[in-house]
């Protein structure tokens, strides 16, 4: 039976890795094209925008304002629709763009596993909700697992990659962990496992073919044959990364499994001042050109191709 399978996890955890290792497998298959990075859909999300979701279910307590508008929401989707169901006629409602629309795309994708991964839901009960609302109405069989990594490794990562300050962000991962875990508790067992990254690339071999089988599939070789540990230790090895977890952040990684000592940073500063002055953090104006774009340029130009096929 066709089946669709969901990766759930915070930014910089692993889900690139995730997706390049299970789309090896024969039976796999993810979006051909997507108006975003890393071919992923963020379809839950633009739909809580375009379906005006309360700003309290939002991260931060405000409206998600990266897509800029709601009309840009739906012309992503839309644009993500007419170039991988080119035969779904958009409909006016926006709701049954929403539902009928993502139900179409994984029927036309699952042959017979369709797989999509956008770290952006988790952090947003916006758009997990949703979610929940098309598992609970289709007749596709849908798994979803759960990825998570050690705060260390992803705090370093996102201050290396964004310029985000470990300080802050750290809270941030514990809101997406909560939020898994309640997502987790509205399904049953047979349709959510949860996974770290680090057991993961520890032996990715066994662990991908423990996730074939969760979603159905007799596990082949090549799945896991890619992945690499270069960069789950860096933290470790860089002085200016000072961080001292949250104990609250400490709890949650205690309860996703990590133990004390992959906890410790011993180059932790005293104090949350010290970790600002010596830490990794720098500007990103990567990241201010890319919001930008997501923001302005690509819905303007998505329209625009529209409007000169007719």
């Given amino acids: 039976m066709p089946s669709a399978v969901i990766l759930l996890s915070d930014k910089r955890s692993g889900s690139t890795m995730f997706q390049d290792e299970i ?7 993810t979006v051909p094209y997507s108006p975003h990075s890393n071919l992923e ?3 839950w999300l633009m739909a809580a925008v375009l379906l005006q979701s309360s700003g309290r279910l939002f991260s931060g307590g405000q409206r998600y ?15 993500l629709l007419e170039k991988s169901v080119p035969d779904f ?21 699952a042959q017979p596993v369709f797989f999509e991964k956008s ?5 947003h009960w916006a ?9 609970e109405q289709t007749d596709l069989e849908v798994r979803v697992v759960g990825l998570v990594r050690n705060p260390h490794g992803v705090m370093y990562s996102a201050a290396r990659q964004f310029g985000t300050d470990p300080a802050s962000r750290q809270i941030g991962w514990l809101a997406t ?6 997502f987790s508790q509205m399904l049953g067992p047979e349709q959510f496992t949860l996974v770290r990254y680090e057991d993961l690339i520890r032996d990715p071999i066994s662990g991908f073919a423990d996730i074939c089988r969760f979603i159905g599939l007799a596990p082949e070789a090549q799945v896991g044959s890619g992945t690499h540990r270069d960069s789950s230790e860096k933290w470790r090895a860089d ?14 990684a205690r309860h996703m499994g990590y133990a004390h000592a992959e906890l410790e940073n011993a180059n932790a500063a005293s104090s949350p001042a010290e970790t600002a002055a010596h830490g990794v953090t720098r500007s990103s104006f990567r990241l201010w050109i890319n919001r930008r774009r997501d923001r302005l340029v690509q819905p303007l130009l998505i329209r625009l191709r529209a409007s000169l096929r007719f």
Avoid at 127 to 135: E, S
Avoid at 177 to 182: D, E, K
Avoid at 243 to 250: F, G, H, N, Y
């Fill in 41 to 43: 859909t963020h379809w």
């Fill in 177 to 182: 962990c909560r939020n898994l875990l309640a």
């Fill in 119 to 123: 770290p952006q839901f988790v952090a």
């Fill in 239 to 252: 002085p200016r990364y000072r961080l001292a977890l949250d104990p609250s952040v400490r709890q949650m």
């Fill in 65 to 79: 304002k990266g897509y800029g508008s709601r009309a840009n929401a739906r012309a992503y989707m839309v644009d």
């Fill in 89 to 109: 006629a958009p409909p006016s409602d926006d709701y049954t763009l929403v539902f009928q629309g993502w139900d179409a795309l994984c029927r036309k994708l």
């Fill in 23 to 29: 789309c090896r497998h024969s039976a796999v298959r």
């Fill in 127 to 135: 758009a997990l909700t949703l979610l929940l609302d098309w598992i």
